[in-house]
């Protein structure tokens, strides 16, 4: 069993259609008023059917008022990391610390060059991530003096200005899947944030837990420090199946008790654009869910 003993956490991950923003708005705020904890969109500059994500987040953040905002993941090849520091720790400090960033190395390579963006490996993606995460960081850390220096192959910064710092500590969840993100993710990240849709099984759960146990330990840091997201996809139905996320309310409760209590997972963030299920996923599997865990434990 894993259990990291994080505070559990329920959102949703909402398609940002263009052609129906009102729609999109709607759900948002339907997100909080069925009582849920985060409001996420993915983040494709290049797909002109969506709104901008940032965009998006921030029209949001004005008309909620307690659900945390997040892209998910923020695309950094189109969204140079200095800009995006500023650009999140404005929205933090504008909606008194209600943003978190998602933050993925890239895909889509050839739609992202098509925008101006660069084409990077793998392996120049994670090295990348790396320089980026250490860019907004260090821009954000507004309790060291001087202009900040930091060379890099990809996102080098030379006498840049600090500030604004966000009005509380963003957390920075990763999208990672291969071994090197996993290390990275457990070394700096705070979150790692992959999708179940993604993963060949619930086994990869477990050995990217272990990547960034390893990873952390390494580090020098608490294997707690990283809080293990989910997005998740599903459907409610009246009759229990022995699939995952297909079925009544109930059976959606032990399957996610049985991801947060063996798997470690404490963030839970459907991927649904149907009012009905959000509704019951705030109302009445989210509530249920803590209950189960906060017993198990």
Do not use: C
């Not at 708005?25 to 290049?46: I, K, M, N, R, W």
């Not at 320089?131 to 260090?138: G, K, L, Q």
């Amino acid at each position: 069993m894993t259990d990291y003993g994080h505070d559990l956490l329920f959102g949703t991950f909402l398609t940002p259609t263009a052609a129906a923003p009102e729609r999109v708005v709607a759900l948002a705020q339907q997100t909080e008023q069925a009582g849920l904890d985060l409001v996420s969109f993915q983040d494709h500059p290049y797909q002109p059917g969506f709104l901008d994500t940032w965009t998006l987040l921030s029209w949001v953040g004005a008309v909620t008022s307690t659900v945390r905002l997040a892209p998910n993941v923020a695309n950094l090849p189109l969204r140079p990391p200095a800009v995006l520091a500023r650009a999140a720790a404005s929205l933090d400090r504008l909606t008194g610390g209600r943003v978190e960033l998602g933050l993925g190395s890239g895909a889509f390579w050839d739609a992202i060059v098509a925008m101006g963006g660069p084409r990077r490996t793998p392996g120049q993606g994670v090295d990348a991530l790396a320089e980026a995460i250490t860019v907004i960081r260090s821009l954000w850390d507004t309790e060291q003096t001087g202009r900040l220096d930091l060379p890099g192959e990809h996102y080098p910064i030379s006498g840049a200005k600090r500030g604004p710092a966000p009005a509380h500590p963003i957390g920075i969840w990763l999208g990672a899947y291969k071994p090197r993100m996993l290390r990275l993710t457990g070394t700096v990240g705070d979150g790692w944030l992959p999708s179940l849709g993604y993963l060949k099984s619930l086994d990869d759960l477990t050995a990217g837990n272990q990547r960034i146990d390893d990873a952390a330990q390494a580090a020098g840091r608490p294997v707690t420090a990283v809080r293990r997201l989910l997005n998740i996809t599903g459907q409610l139905s009246t009759r229990a199946s022995d699939r995952l996320l297909d079925g009544p309310p109930e059976q959606w409760v032990e399957q996610l008790a049985v991801l947060a209590m063996e798997y470690g997972i404490s963030g839970f963030v459907l991927a649904a654009d149907d009012p009905a299920l959000i509704a019951a996923y705030g109302q009445d599997i989210a509530p249920a869910v803590r209950e189960l865990v906060a017993a198990e434990r």
